[in-house]
């Protein structure tokens, strides 16, 4: 009897344990959270996605404050320079719009900004369980999230969705 309860638990801990597939599109609650342009305009993930329809989209969460993000500049530049039909969008977790804003200037980076004024706790960071900076993220022309992980620049994934 002990022998079968012990096969029944290491049967379902296996099965419970399955890797569970990345998602495709974003959550209502992710796609409703909210994000500041560099003018300061409150806007939706859903809105800020919508402006770039049509086109496929990098995505790179990134602070200033984090050494991994600044230290792979050079090589996302380089993929700008490689694809520069995508649209480059880069949201900041930052602890204040100033220190984002400033980093922007202070390592020109180009692409379209956003400021995550929710920081790591809100919907949009809960969706995508973000523990680590950078992340990458790439969505396709038809809006579905064709890379949902990446944490350094140069994973060859990202040029493999971006081809």
């Known amino acids: 009897m002990k022998q079968?309860?012990?096969l029944?638990?290491?049967?379902?801990?296996?099965?419970?344990?399955?890797?569970?597939?990345?998602?495709?599109?974003?959550?209502?609650?992710?796609l409703n959270d909210t994000f500041l342009?560099?003018?300061?305009?409150?806007m939706t993930l859903e809105s800020i996605l919508e402006q770039y329809k049509d086109k496929t989209i990098l995505i790179d969460v990134w602070a200033t404050w984090c050494r991994d993000c600044i230290v792979g500049l050079p090589?996302?530049?380089?993929i700008q320079s490689e694809?520069?039909?995508?649209?480059?969008?880069?949201?900041?977790?930052?602890?204040t719009q100033e220190s984002w804003k400033n980093g922007i200037e202070k390592y020109n980076i180009t692409g379209?900004?956003?400021?995550?004024?929710?920081?790591w706790d809100g919907p949009?960071?809960?969706?995508?369980d973000l523990d680590w900076i950078p992340r990458y993220m790439i969505i396709d022309k038809e809006g579905k999230i064709k890379l949902f992980?990446?944490?350094?620049v140069n994973d060859p994934k990202i040029k493999k969705h971006l081809n």
């Open 4 to 6: 079968l309860i012990t």
């Open 8 to 30: 029944v638990l290491v049967s379902v801990f296996f099965i419970s344990c399955e890797a569970q597939p990345e998602p495709s599109e974003f959550s209502e609650a992710a």
């Open 37 to 42: 342009n560099l003018e300061g305009d409150t």
């Open 75 to 78: 090589d996302l530049k380089a």
């Open 83 to 95: 694809h520069p039909d995508v649209v480059y969008l880069f949201l900041s977790m930052d602890k």
């Open 112 to 119: 379209e900004h956003y400021f995550m004024p929710s920081g």
């Open 124 to 128: 949009f960071t809960e969706f995508v």
């Open 149 to 152: 992980r990446a944490i350094k």
